[in-house]
C-alpha cells in the first residue's frame, strides 16, 4: 500500500505491505529510533506519536490511519544545539534515568503544553498517566513539564 503523510514537518511517502503499524515505519523505512517498541498493547506509552497535534500510541495504529495526517514525533521537537524546553527542562530536572519511555513522555508533554500553556500538577499527571516509567522518575517528570510550562511562558 502506498501511504503518504506529514511526518514532523516534512512530507513522506512510503510503499508498505498491509498490516503495518505506524510504528513499524517509523522504526523500519523511516528509519526513526525515538518511538519505541514497549507492550505492543497501548499500555505503556513508549510509543507514542502525535497525530494532528493528539498522542496516540503507535504500536497498534494502523499505517494507513497516517495517511493525509501530520505525525510527529520526538525527532520533531528539537535539536541537540536548540533543544526543546522540555528536553532542556528534563536535562536540567535529571528527569531521565534508562530514558526508554522518554520519548513518550515528551510528546505527551509536547502536547499537554500545546493544548494548555498553564497546566496545573494534576493536568500534568493526567497527561503523562498513559506511560509507564519503571525508574521512578515520575516527581522529576512532573517538575521538568510544569519547568518547561514556565519558561515557554516568559
Excluded: K, Y
Amino acid at each position: 500500500m502506498a501511504v503518504a503523510f506529514t511526518l514532523n514537518g516534512a512530507p513522506v511517502a512510503l510503499e508498505a505491505p498491509e498490516g503495518m503499524t505506524l510504528l513499524q515505519a517509523l522504526r523500519g523505512p523511516l528509519a526513526l529510533s525515538g518511538p519505541r517498541f514497549g507492550c505492543g498493547a497501548e499500555a505503556c506509552g513508549c510509543c507514542m506519536v502525535t497525530l494532528d497535534g493528539d498522542p496516540r500510541p503507535s504500536c497498534t495504529l494502523p499505517l494507513d490511519a497516517a495517511q493525509g495526517r501530520d505525525v510527529g514525533t520526538v525527532e520533531g521537537l528539537g535539536t541537540p544545539e536548540a533543544p526543546h524546553p522540555l528536553q532542556q527542562a528534563f536535562l536540567d530536572e535529571q528527569a531521565g534515568q534508562c530514558g526508554w519511555c522518554l520519548s513518550g513522555i515528551l510528546v505527551s508533554a509536547e502536547a499537554l503544553l500545546r493544548r494548555e500553556p498553564d497546566p496545573d500538577e494534576a493536568a500534568v499527571r493526567a497527561a503523562l498517566e498513559p506511560h509507564l516509567c519503571r525508574c521512578g522518575a515520575q516527581n522529576r517528570m512532573l517538575r521538568a513539564v510544569l519547568r518547561a510550562a514556565r519558561a515557554m511562558r516568559a
